[in-house]
């Protein structure tokens, strides 16, 4: 069930925002949070089929801001581990 | 008249027709994300015409003004808070939703709503609509931000937007004033109720989504290209090196705002008082009226005004670093070591400040959306030594720490102990922080979100305004607690009288509170002396000074030699630290005590932090006296 989609652009297992680095982009598949904070980060444009591309982030890497729907939303790496994606190229 | 060339905007908030000379709604509420100039545009339409309380029973500040018609009537407006949904998970969105369903006594129904969005995010802030729409109320939606739409080579087609929605749609620039009178034209007019073709279920968030994005596409919308100069900003100001380097420096600037340019203004509102009280009681001649008059009322509000320029100075840096977008950026550098103690970035800021004074920076956790964080940053705020801490402070640290050099020309003892207390004072908001944030404030899972607006030029009308309301809601304190307590600890001060002349100090009610809590606070090393100071200290921390100065007889200074040796007299050096320590933890001011009700919307936190930190300071004062005595 981690192994959604499209295999051909080569996922990982289990990845997730975390595992990006910055101006990579990946498509979003999952939040694994509870109801109201992935309905929280959705209403912020963070949904299932998105494209979320990493971009700066604070010294040491966390929390990072990520391109989501038109916006610039900055995650605590302990939130961006659970939002998982689909690698895209 | 917006230049883009697919904008038919002319008379695009009349796109549906009304029948003429309606009668102007009674109240109108002003909803809108976070970020989409909504207080901008508030501030447009009602000018100096504002007011600012809090909702009854919660922390969310209301703010309402009038704006006026152009026939001279008056229509009520009412600022709701930022949100992205209606979705009563927040008291923010509990409170929007209430507002606008008219289920709240102490604010009118609503009869028409401004839906404020940002026109270059159109599609993910139309998800709002849909929840509004679907209230049934007339609604003219206000796409903002206009100019820089415009200038980014974004698009739509109003009326088609406006078809779609089946509400009015106005092309707004709330910061340049364009398409203001569209706004006003609505407000006028008949304001239909909305009939959108169709709506999401609005709890699901991807339908919402789907709908908007297909609204957009409908309307042609073509979004901005990115935002050059913020992304130009950012490579800089969010660098891995460069970037915490600026942080720094703003970080400096602050602190030495608050604490030496404001010094000069402080001192000279002062010395205005104390010229203009000395004044006055020299016309009114001696006798009990003016002693209470000025001795009371007069030094008592002043004592609370002299910190006005560090308000307005602090609110000042806070407006500037929020509207230009960098507050934002500022709060992510700070959020890790923020996060260390369970708070977040955005409590940086009212921390620092809080070294200055505890009062404007409980006023600028308002920039905190995360409510547990808000409170928790709130109750560690008056650990932070301020500025009415040092006149104790040097006092007691003259009349009894001998000058000597430590550590070569480096330090000397006296400014290690000064240096030992702002230590002390920051441990202790760091452990309350800790226990907070692990028991009653924790915030589990939820998750920080933080959203990077792009870098504005703040304009002179927004901070001006910001200005102007802090000032109002500082003074208006000033006017009412603060004047009641004062003129109360005045009282306590001066009776008994005998022959119509109040009592010398040492035999007044406040002596025979100082006699009666002496037996509380012997064990910490004072005697009825020093508790009189404490009582009057009540009202602000640097009070002792003069009180011990008027039961000496001496001129109330810190720097008076002959007061600090009079202090041996009462105080054994075990004594003095235990006052230190009291002094550094006891929430001795009633300007704070009164400025946490406000702020957290009743008497539960502000007790909670009085008695929580009164402990501290007892058992604190105690250890300190028994292991040096």
New interface residues.
């Given amino acids: 069930m981690q192994l959604s989609g499209n295999s051909r652009l080569g996922e990982r297992f289990d990845a997730s925002l975390q595992d990006l680095r910055r101006g990579e982009a990946a498509v979003l598949d999952r939040i694994d949070l509870p109801g109201d904070d992935a309905r929280r980060l959705m209403e912020m444009g963070f949904l299932p089929g998105t494209t979320v591309t990493a971009g700066l982030s604070a010294p040491g890497g966390d929390p990072r801001v990520f391109q989501v729907d038109g916006s610039e939303i900055a995650l605590r790496r302990e939130t961006a581990r659970r939002v998982k994606v689909r690698m895209a190229k | 008249m917006s230049g883009c060339s697919d904008c038919h905007a002319r008379g695009s908030a009349t796109l549906i027709e009304f029948p003429t000379s309606p009668a102007a709604p009674k109240a109108v509420a002003l909803i809108g994300p976070p970020n989409s100039g909504k207080t901008t545009l508030f501030n447009r339409l009602t000018g100096l015409r504002q007011k600012v309380a809090n909702f009854p029973g919660v922390t969310v500040e209301q703010h309402s003004g009038i704006a006026m018609l152009p026939d001279g009537r008056a229509v009520r407006i009412i600022d709701l808070p930022g949100v992205?949904?209606l979705?009563a998970?927040s008291e923010d969105e509990q409170v929007a939703y209430d507002v606008l369903t008219g289920r709240r006594e102490d604010t009118p129904k609503p009869e028409a709503i401004l839906l404020v969005l940002d026109s270059?995010?159109l599609?993910?802030h139309l998800?709002l609509a849909a929840p509004i729409l679907s209230l049934g109320v007339p609604t003219l939606i206000i796409l903002n931000m206009a100019d820089d739409l415009r200038k980014r080579g974004g698009r739509l087609d109003l009326k088609a937007l406006a078809a779609q929605l089946g509400a009015p749609v106005a092309l707004v620039s709330a910061r340049q004033g364009e398409g203001l009178d569209e706004v006003v034209d609505f407000l006028a007019g008949a304001m239909p109720k909305p009939a959108p073709k169709e709506l999401p279920v609005l709890q699901d968030?991807?339908k919402c989504?789907q709908w908007a994005g297909q609204v957009g596409t409908r309307a042609r919308y073509r979004?901005p290209v990115a935002p050059k100069w913020t992304r130009r900003l950012?490579?800089v100001l969010?660098h891995?090196a460069a970037?915490?380097l600026v942080f720094l420096a703003v970080v400096v600037l602050v602190f030495q705002t608050m604490f030496s340019y404001a010094t000069p203004l402080h001192d000279g509102l002062q010395w205005l008082f104390d010229i203009s009280g000395n004044w006055v009681a020299k016309a009114l001649g001696p006798s009990l009226l003016t002693s209470l008059v000025i001795d009371g009322v007069w030094k008592g509000v002043g004592s609370v005004i002299v910190f006005l320029p560090q308000v307005l100075l602090l609110f000042l840096f806070v407006g500037i670093l929020e509207d230009s977008g960098y507050l934002?950026r500022a709060a992510?550098?700070a959020?890790?070591t923020m996060?260390k103690v369970g708070l977040q970035?955005k409590s940086f800021i009212p921390l620092l400040s809080a070294y200055a004074c505890a009062v404007p920076a409980i006023m600028a956790t308002r920039t905190i959306e995360n409510k547990r964080d808000r409170f928790a940053t709130i109750m560690i705020a008056p650990f932070m030594t301020c500025s009415a801490r040092l006149a104790p402070y040097t006092l007691i640290i003259l009349a009894f720490i001998p000058n000597r050099r430590v550590l070569g020309v480096f330090l000397s003892t006296q400014t290690a102990a000064m240096l030992g207390l702002y230590i002390l004072g920051f441990v202790a908001a760091v452990v309350t922080a800790r226990i907070l944030k692990s028991s009653i404030l924790k915030s589990g899972?939820?998750?920080?979100?933080?959203?990077?607006p792009s870098y504005r030029w703040p304009t002179l009308q927004s901070l001006g305004m910001r200005l102007l309301d802090r000032a109002v809601v500082f003074l208006r304190r000033a006017g009412t607690v603060i004047l009641l307590v004062t003129v109360v600890l005045w009282v306590l001060a001066h009776v008994p009288f005998s022959h119509g002349r109040p009592a010398p100090i040492e035999s007044s009610v406040a002596a025979s509170i100082g006699h009666a809590i002496e037996p509380a606070i012997k064990p910490l090393g004072f005697n009825w002396k020093i508790g009189i100071g404490l009582i009057t200290s009540l009202a602000a921390r640097e009070t002792i000074v003069s009180t011990l100065g008027s039961i000496y007889g001496m001129e109330g200074d810190e720097h008076n030699a002959g007061l600090q040796q009079a202090l041996h007299h009462d105080l054994s050096p075990g004594g003095a630290v235990a006052l230190l320590v009291f002094f550094a933890f006891a929430m001795q001011c009633i300007s704070t005590i009164a400025v946490v009700r406000r702020e957290t919307g009743g008497w539960k936190w502000p007790a909670l932090q009085f008695a929580y930190m009164s402990f501290l300071a007892y058992a604190g004062a105690f250890v300190a006296f028994h292991v040096l005595g």
């Fill in positions: 992205y949904s979705n998970r270059t995010n599609q993910r998800m968030v991807p989504r979004p950012d490579s969010l891995p970037g915490p934002a992510l550098i959020d890790r996060a970035g899972s939820t998750p920080f979100l933080l959203e990077m």
